[in-house]
């Protein structure tokens, strides 16, 4: 993979676009307003187990959230297997008295923007050799672009590494590929080792 493929994704077969704002307060954090409840089975092994409901982004919230200014399910960003995802992380703290260290599973992302004005947000690269990294801090008023391909298939946690944000809810999973590309890449592995 090259970098230009991942800044300028002109060849991309898809191409995502998420907007997260980051929300924590005394008891609860939050992506988007959702705070992320684990499942009582692990995604990616027990894959059988998933139904219709199991999953829930802010365009599906589930009925018991309507109204409600927080809500509790499993947030799950859904991507295709080999298209390019930018996501837009943008700090909601007042005073910029915390930031967020967010780390992604399972794929490293370039930073291709990052500022502390969260009212300022440039979507132009700053740089034709941007940072490739796991974990970035998102400044807490601030806001930070970040970009991967995503060809890594499986479920992968994306979440606030301070530990008890992450614990409060402060998460998200992301999806990459349909459940056949999942469970087809872990059938090559099984039989490979
Ligand atoms: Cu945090």
């Known amino acids: 993979m090259s970098i230009d493929d991942v800044l300028v994704p002109k060849n991309a077969g898809s191409y995502h676009n998420f907007f997260v704002r980051l929300g924590n307060v005394a008891t609860y954090g939050a992506f988007n307003n959702i705070s992320f409840a684990e499942q009582h089975f692990p995604l ?19 009925d018991n959230c309507h109204g409600k200014e927080y809500c509790f399910c499993t947030h799950r960003l859904k991507v295709k297997l080999n298209s390019i995802v930018q996501i837009t992380l943008l700090g909601t703290e007042n005073g910029n008295f915390m930031n967020h260290p967010i780390h992604l599973h399972g794929s490293h992302f370039y930073i291709t923007s990052i500022g502390s004005d969260a009212t300022k947000i440039s979507y132009e690269p700053q740089s034709e050799n941007p940072p490739y990294k796991d974990t970035l801090s998102v400044p807490g008023s601030g806001y930070a672009i970040i970009r991967f391909k995503a060809d890594n298939p499986g479920f992968w946690f994306f979440h606030c590494h301070y530990d008890y944000h992450h614990a409060a809810g402060m998460s998200a999973v992301f999806q990459v590929g349909d459940l056949e590309d999942i469970t087809k890449d872990q059938r090559t592995i099984q039989n490979n080792s």
């Open 44 to 62: 990616l092994t027990q894959s059988e187990e998933i139904r219709k409901d199991t999953f829930c982004d802010d365009r599906n919230l589930p």
